[in-house]
């Protein structure tokens, strides 16, 4: 592992005993997102979580019902996906594998997602990565972070884009665009704590949408 991810993961405390509470705070978080994966693609559904870290997101997709398989470059991380599902009883499953490199999963999933992987890539790469993705499964899913990120963490390396630039590479990918979205309610600054408590919820999901959040995702088919 790379220094600067195992900094990143201890820092969310992926290998501290107390884990649990970072994994509950990470499954409220993204909340929304399991949501839309619900809507468009319900439990049993086989699927593939590229770029799985400590498999969080895999433990809860696990848990509800879904057939969930994580891969990450990072063979220690896969190795603490593995522990923590048997821990805690869970049947997800975890592998070692390269997101440019796809083809042993090829047909093999309903739905194919990443969550903050593809912003570290050119657009050029990540269309190249989506494509990847979308040999695994007729439906992807991409999440990436938002300026809004500086508030929270700041940003290095992550190419930042709008719902719309996010759409534009979904497409060039070969994909149709089914569903745009941001999540995560801003709370840095007075103006975002003003919008959260005085703004009605559907205006502030409808600023969401369009970028006012922490995050933003959309969801692309090939059928």
């Known amino acids: 592992m790379s220094e600067r991810w195992k900094k990143y993961f201890d820092s969310h405390g992926a290998f501290d005993q107390n ?26 559904a086989r699927i593939l979580n590229v ?4 498999g969080w997101s895999e433990l809860y ?12 470059n990072e063979p220690s991380l896969v190795e ?23 083809s042993s999963f090829e047909s093999k999933f309903d739905l194919v997602f990443s969550c903050g992987v593809l912003e570290h890539f050119d657009r050029e ?8 993705q979308s040999r695994c499964a007729p439906y992807v899913v991409i999440e990436i972070p938002t300026k809004y990120t500086t508030y929270s ?7 930042i884009y709008t719902v ?8 060039d990918a070969g994909l149709k665009v089914i569903a ?12 975002h704590i003003f919008a959260r408590r005085f703004l009605p919820r559907a205006v502030l999901r409808f600023m969401q949408n369009r970028g006012y959040a922490y995050s933003i995702a959309v969801i692309g088919s090939r059928v």
């Open 19 to 44: 884990w649990l509470g970072t994994a509950v705070a990470h499954w409220g978080f993204h909340e929304t997102l399991y949501g839309m994966i619900s809507r468009h693609c319900p439990a049993p």
């Open 51 to 54: 770029g799985s870290g400590p």
């Open 61 to 72: 997709l696990a848990s509800i019902g879904y057939d969930v398989t994580g891969i990450d």
């Open 80 to 102: 603490l996906a593995r522990e923590r599902a048997s821990l805690i009883g869970v049947p997800a499953k975890f592998e070692v594998a390269d997101a440019f490199d796809l």
């Open 125 to 132: 790469v990540t269309v190249k990565l989506l494509k990847e």
């Open 153 to 159: 963490g700041g940003i290095t390396d992550e190419r």
């Open 164 to 171: 719309s630039q996010l759409a534009s590479m979904v497409e």
């Open 180 to 191: 745009k979205f941001g999540y995560g309610d801003l709370s840095a600054t007075p103006m």
